[in-house]
């Protein structure tokens, strides 16, 4: 597979689109991060993308409680730690570089998009150094803090259970007090991302469980830190007891964990692990989001690459105008969607918190959806190629598949957007949006009456999610997260174009044309999406 980061396209996301110098840069001017960008696509291009259909095929190996990862990995791993690529968002406290998260989120996007199996272990260690930053006590931040922004070791969240997916409340794993002030774990967690490998000595997992005596439901789980091997270097009595044969990300170990009485540190406070681990959630969710605009734009290199050497009917597939369409499609979608994203980071870095929360299940949704939908035009961008392993399309549409489902899927995300989001304020941070959305099309010209028309569609929406019962306005949750996430990433690539400076002439043509394609094409049916979410339970009860 090959692979070319898009700065340029990435860059007018962040600087212009997410308006990333609005926020404390520190040290980070345009020109240092044009060249962050470069090198780590270069690192993406030259080391991880070649590794990413090998991978595919080696897949991982488990014996004896021992992860052999794909061939390459661990050589590709110890250049991405040396990079220092770990710790760029990271508290300089701690060794990290202290850099805007969206800067940061930038460099990730190129990891993903190289190859997605690889860049799960350092999307899930960003997570632990979240959550430990923010709940761990100050021996736990010095302990464990400095060793995983450098990427000498890694981290993990152990919360599902064979009976407790999405309902944590109903896990099982216990922890039982012992006399030093620590806790034995016993239980099993299964689908935990590289929960057991070889890139590291050490893995730092982060692990659900109920104190003996707890409450029952959500209200007595808490969160504990279980190394892999403890600080006096035994092993830890945890083990991989099996890996998971997927659809995709097949590079990737999803491995099922046995706590056999491992030692853990209380990690916060006790029976109030939710909230703690929602801090890690929260953070995987928009670099989720920021995996399904990635493998998105590698399906569309490696399509529109396919559509330049394919000839059907004398001429090349790329001149075909519903191949052409398709193509635009692609492009069009992957820019909102990064815009979406960048926007969630920029807003984390300005402490924009009701901006923050109210894009974050827009990303993870919205760009989820998006990367298996653009991946799937992949597919047929090449035909039958597209069909069997040998054309290559196939992997990035297996390997998006998951995105939509894990960190809380899909339909989770529209009913925190409706439930938490919505209604914790009362539609006041969407009613910004919404107002926002207006303004810019009033700017736009080409496009801008779709726009326009769309912002008003979700305002109105807004106004019958907030009246409907709980059971109407959940039956149009997703619709409304959809027409959301469309008018918001819209109004941000309109919003950029504005202001935008320094970039050339034909660049910002191309952007003003992939915007006006997207609203003729996708704002247009914001009507439809205002009668879906007006259906309401009885249309579905009516079908039942």
């Known amino acids: 597979m090959s692979y070319r980061a898009p700065v340029q396209d990435m860059r007018f996301a962040l600087e212009a689109c997410a308006d990333l110098w609005s926020a404390p840069a520190g040290d980070l001017d345009a020109g240092l991060l044009g060249d962050i960008l470069e090198a780590a696509g270069a690192l993406a291009g030259e080391t991880l993308a070649p590794l990413n259909s090998s991978g595919d095929r080696a897949r991982v190996q488990l014996r004896d409680g021992a992860v052999t990862s794909a061939p390459g990995f661990r050589e590709a791993y110890a250049l991405f730690r040396a990079g220092g690529w770990q710790g760029l968002a990271a508290d300089p406290a701690y060794g ?3 850099l805007p998260r969206a800067a940061a989120l930038g460099v990730f996007e190129t ?30 931040r010095a302990l464990y803090l ?39 774990l016993s239980g099993q967690k299964i689908f935990i991302t590289w929960g057991e490998h070889d890139l590291t000595d050490n893995i730092i997992h982060l692990v659900l469980a109920r104190i003996e005596g707890a409450p029952a439901g959500s209200k007595g789980v808490s969160l504990f830190v279980a190394p892999k091997l403890l600080p006096d270097g035994r092993r830890n009595a945890l083990r991989c007891i099996g890996v998971e044969e997927k659809m995709g990300i097949h590079a990737s170990p999803t491995c099922t964990m046995a706590f056999e009485g491992a030692t853990g540190w209380l990690l916060g406070q006790e029976n109030r692990g939710l909230a703690a681990m929602f801090t890690m959630m929260n953070a995987a969710r928009l670099n989720v989001g920021m995996q399904g605009v990635a493998v998105a734009e590698a399906a569309y290199q490696k399509a529109l690459g396919y559509a330049r050497e394919r000839k059907q009917g004398g001429v090349l597939i790329v001149e075909h105008p519903d191949v052409r369409r398709m193509l635009t499609t692609m492009k ?16 984390a870095d300005r402490g924009e918190k009701a901006r923050e929360d109210l894009l974050t299940p827009l990303a993870k949704s919205w760009c989820t959806d998006m990367g298996v939908a653009v991946a799937s035009l992949g ?19 297996r390997d998006a598949r998951i995105a939509p489902i894990y960190e ?5 995300q529209a009913i925190d957007l409706y439930a938490r989001k919505l209604l914790g304020d009362r539609g006041a941070a969407m009613g910004e949006l919404v107002a926002e959305a207006k303004a810019a099309a009033a700017d736009l010209g080409a496009g801008g009456a779709w726009l326009g028309q769309a912002a008003a569609a979700l305002g109105e929406a807004t106004q019958i999610m907030l009246a409907a019962p709980r059971a109407d306005a959940l039956t149009g949750a997703s619709d409304y997260l959809t027409l959301a996430a469309e008018v918001a990433g819209a109004a941000l690539v309109a919003r950029g174009l504005a202001r935008a400076a320094g970039f050339p002439a034909d660049f910002l043509a191309e952007q003003r044309a992939l915007l006006a394609f997207f609203a003729a094409t996708v704002l247009a049916r914001a009507p439809s999406r205002l009668a879906a979410i007006e259906l309401g339970a009885a249309g579905l009860a009516e079908f039942s």
């Not at 350092?122 to 100050?138: D, N, R, Y």
């Not at 890694?154 to 407790?164: H, I, S, V």
């Not at 069009?332 to 807003?347: K, T, V």
């Not at 597919?379 to 549409?397: C, D, K, L, P, S």
């Open 111 to 140: 990891i993903h998009a190289a190859n997605m199996s690889f860049a799960l272990a350092p999307m899930l260690t960003a997570g632990a150094i979240e959550a430990l930053h923010q709940h761990g006590s100050p021996e736990q």
């Open 96 to 98: 990290g570089q202290g």
């Open 379 to 397: 597919v047929q961008v090449h035909g039958g190629m597209g069909f069997v392993e040998e054309g290559g399309a196939a992997q990035f549409y």
């Open 408 to 412: 809380g899927t899909n339909g989770i």
């Open 332 to 347: 069009a979608h992957i820019q909102i969607g990064r815009a979406l994203c960048y926007a969630c980071a920029a807003a």
């Open 146 to 184: 400095p060793k995983l922004i450098s990427g000498e070791w890694t981290g993990t969240m152990n919360l599902t259970e064979p009976q407790a997916g999405s309902d944590l409340g109903v896990l099982t794993t216990k922890a039982t007090a012992a006399a030093d002030g620590s806790y034995r």
